[in-house]
């Protein structure tokens, strides 16, 4: 998935050769800068790229003022003394843009795209906050021990691109910027006007940029204006998705609706070869459309705060209007301005939220079982898959600011690291998530592709591990007991997972011993660390590290400070696992803007006898698919 940046955030770049491509919504002009170790302009050499000049070393920039460009960047030609690369966006002169917005501030919000030739999204940056300025240092490319990294900036700045040249240690910065628009102004006849929005876009925005438009604004940190219009969903980049598993047709996707029309929420409204590929890709475009707009309101609602205080130490600053009539009304004048601001933020909200709202309500009936809740209708009509799905279902994610609002937290499959259940809060509640999570990678199987094993050294277990019992047919054998039983378990599948790996180094990775059971394992660990010698403990945190490559998934059970004697010898062990809890918790953190998400765990609503009909019939199908 993209990393989606905040200014000062940075990202390592995967490879030397990139595309920088910028979606405006206006006609801006793209510049390029290669500057030294303190980011200034190098003297020496050619050190800017622009329309009059396109060509640097290791980069090309389009001649034209346009709304939306490509950046050619190849990081591997740069030569020895260049480690930044700045991008630098600005405004074109007023004869190169007539009715144009005057700034930023007037303008959509500028986004930055960096991505590898074929298109690959590698990071992306919308620059919002902006005000009365007219050029933009918008992101950098810099070197650090030999590896490349993109870092957001979104530095405005109000005097244009005079004033950020000059900030960039530019001789004669006015005459240089007045070349550049100069430029620009030759070129006007071949400019490209902003995109038209097409026809069943989110927000009309153009096909693979930000919305095109500021919906609604209001002054920002920067003097300019915060941006609340509803974010743009951008689809991760997934592998193709396999051919559904019924053998049909893919299901076309859903038509666009009329030009100018309300978005109507569709399912599957999403991009994908198949309805289950549309629907993952839907619900996490869902989870970063929440993302971004709780981070709109929460940076409008801390910015009216921050300048009502400003307002209020300027009047108390000032003896004339510390007290009497003046003050109060002054006082009460500033409230009522940050009441607005927050009223205003609030309304943008609440009209993403009810967007948001509507779309669930299309979407949850239509997911399959593997990301449908245990409370799904698609459970009652669940059959044993003949083929992986694309990813399984661990729990919910909400915020505050709407905890109705719940989405899907999907695990693509097979599992890349283990699960730790925290069992600090609630022994029994933790087992019984670890049973349900369990029962549903049982359950997203092809009957003989997933085998699962438990280790419960005192048997406190059992009570828990019941419904893994569907109707006296076993889905898992019985549960390690004892020092003896955990070691001997331990040690069967550390060697498993040594087998494999030194197959896949020989390159005979397809010539295991006759009859190796090549299905995905998982093995269920209770009571840690109890039963757990020091040689147990060091092939659990093998199994952490190691085996998910292999096909071995831990699903530990856990209280941290019960293992605290460990040391830091566990800590490598927790950070390799997902923790999730049996009970509520906001733990979990997006990588776009940081939030901490409510995690609730899927779990079988009381008294349903879901869960032991799905693993009946799980444990009916094994005959006919494997032992």
């Known amino acids: 998935m993209t990393a989606e940046l905040v200014r000062g955030q940075n990202h390592p770049l995967p490879d030397n050769r990139l595309e920088i491509r910028v979606t405006a919504g206006t006609p801006v002009v793209a510049a390029v800068t290669l500057g030294d170790e303190a980011g200034r302009v190098i003297a020496d050499r050619p050190w800017l790229a622009h329309p009059g000049e396109p060509h640097l070393e290791g980069v090309e920039v389009p001649r034209q ?139 009309g925005a153009p096909a693979g940029g930000p919305a095109s438009g500021a919906s609604g604004t209001s002054p920002g940190p920067s003097g300019g204006k915060v941006d609340y219009s509803h974010p743009r969903r951008r689809a991760p980049q997934q592998p193709p998705a396999a051919p559904p598993r019924n053998g049909g047709q893919v299901p076309p996707p859903p038509p666009a609706p009329p030009a100018g029309a309300p978005h109507v929420p569709v399912a599957g409204d999403a991009p994908g070869r198949s309805m289950e590929e549309r629907l993952y890709n839907q619900v996490w475009g869902m989870f970063e459309d929440l993302a971004r707009s709780v981070a709109a309101y929460r940076s409008a609602t801390d910015f009216a705060q921050s300048r009502f205080e400003q307002e209020l130490d300027r009047l108390l600053a000032d003896p004339r209007t510390r007290g009497g009539p003046a003050a109060e009304a002054a006082r009460e004048e500033a409230q009522a301005r940050q009441a607005a601001l927050v009223d205003q933020a609030r309304q943008v909200l609440d009209r993403d939220l009810a967007q948001l709202a509507a779309e669930a309500e299309v979407v949850d009936p239509a997911l399959p079982p593997e990301f449908a809740g245990w409370e799904n209708p698609a459970w009652h009509a669940y059959r044993v898959p003949a083929q992986l799905p694309l990813a399984v279902r661990l729990g919910s994610l909400s915020l505050p600011e709407v905890p109705d609002l719940r989405i899907p937290l999907l695990s693509r499959l097979p599992l890349e690291r283990g699960l730790w259940i925290d069992s600090a809060e609630h022994r029994r509640a933790a087992m019984d998530t670890a049973v349900s999570i369990a029962a549903r990678l049982l359950a997203s199987h092809p009957v003989g592709s997933f085998a699962v094993h438990a280790l419960d050294p005192a048997g406190s277990g059992a009570a828990a591990f019941a419904p893994l019992y569907a109707g006296g047919a076993l889905v898992l054998p019985p549960p390690a007991g004892g020092v003896a039983g955990v070691s001997g378990l331990l040690t069967r599948l550390t060697e498993r997972v040594d087998l494999i790996q030194m197959a896949r180094r020989g390159g005979v990775a397809d010539e295991l011993p006759p009859g190796f059971d090549t299905a995905e394992q998982l093995l269920i660990v209770n009571e840690f660390p109890y039963g757990f010698d020091d040689r147990s403990v060091n092939q659990l945190r093998y199994l952490a590290d190691e085996g998910p490559s292999a096909g071995v998934h831990l699903l530990v059970v856990a209280d941290r400070e019960d293992a605290a004697a460990y040391g830091p010898v566990l800590d490598p062990l927790w950070r390799s696992l997902l923790r999730l809890t049996p009970l509520p918790s906001d733990h979990l953190c997006d990588p776009w803007v940081g939030h901490a998400w409510t995690y609730e765990p899927a779990m079988v609503p009381p008294g349903s006898r879901v869960l032991t009909d799905v693993l009946g019939r799980v444990a009916a199908a094994r005959p006919a698919y494997g032992p």
């Open 65 to 203: 003022a346009a709304a939306e460009h490509r950046l050619a960047v190849d990081l591997g030609a740069m030569p020895p003394s260049v480690h930044v690369v700045h991008v630098l966006l600005a405004l074109p002169g007023a004869a190169a843009r007539p009715g144009a917005p005057a700034d930023f501030g007037a303008a959509p919000t500028p986004r930055l795209a960096v991505t590898l030739p074929d298109g690959t999204a590698v990071a992306g940056f919308s620059i919002t906050g902006l005000g009365p300025e007219t050029a933009l240092l918008a992101v950098e490319l810099y070197r650090r021990q030999a590896a490349w990294k993109v870092r957001a900036v979104g530095q405005g700045y109000q005097g244009g691109l005079p004033a950020l040249l000059l900030d960039q240690g530019v001789p004669d910065a006015a005459g240089v910027a007045g070349a550049v628009h100069a430029a620009v102004d030759r070129e006007q006849a071949r400019s490209v006007a902003p995109p038209p929005p097409a026809a069943g876009q989110r927000g």
